[in-house]
């Protein structure tokens, strides 16, 4: 059967480790885009090219629109949300692909999941989500047929609670952004929605952009809510080959597992003020 690989170490060099044992001619990753990540991709592309290796980076797989797709005709990236949402509107959506139904198992050693203590010690939110692809689909699912609709309305009113709680599985890669508005369909409660993710790819083109200053002061806060709270820097998930309810589809890379999952608030800042939203 097939499943997670899980390692523990620097991810580079685990990366590579893993590559050499099951003789893998190329590494498939998803496109991020802290400063962070900058630099361990850096790393691990020096690292696989010495070894005659490919990386190959998937830049669409965790957003709607890749950074860099889109961008003023002086700019390598928008500075402003309003002119970046005309074109992020107009963009061409990359298909919703199928899952495979299987994918051919490998014979290394799995791993063991980390716990959550082992990534988040320290007192555990009271009302944590379940992880992993099904969960995020049973809760996408599950607020499409009730909630979408009436999202333009209630998404700012905190009282109700009546936001999608994506964002986790969003982050972790669960869920697909660009099957999320496909979903969503064209009401104006799934226009507004859409508008948030397309503030969530905004934040992120920014952080691409300047990986640096987005680490200072305003852009701190705007990159730390797109891209979730934390990073687990030592651990290295590989998916090698799934065919249970743990496994990933066509758009879900790495696994949230049973573990901690970051809240479903995200706050974007717009201009100067700060302007308060939720997915």
Known sequence: SGGLVVRR???????VALADEVGAQSIHISGDWSRHAQRRQHRLDKALSDRGLELAVHDETLVV???GAIAPDNRDHFAVFT?????WLESPRRPVLDPPRL???LGVRKGQSPAADTLCPGERARYLPRGGETAGRRRMHAWLRSSVTAYADHHDDLARDD??????????????PAELVAAAGRSRGAQAFARQLAWRDFNLQLLAARPVTMEQGQGQRAAGRAHGVGEARDL???LVATGDDDG????GVEQLRDAAAVGHRDRHDEDAGARRREL
């Open 65 to 67: 629109v890749p950074p």
């Open 9 to 15: 170490g620097d991810p580079v060099e685990e990366t």
């Open 236 to 238: 290295v998930v590989a």
């Open 103 to 105: 994918l051919a198992a």
């Open 248 to 251: 990933a589809g066509a758009d």
């Open 83 to 87: 002119p970046y949402h005309r074109r």
């Open 163 to 176: 936001t999608s709680r994506t964002s986790p599985y969003l982050h972790f890669g669960c869920l697909s």
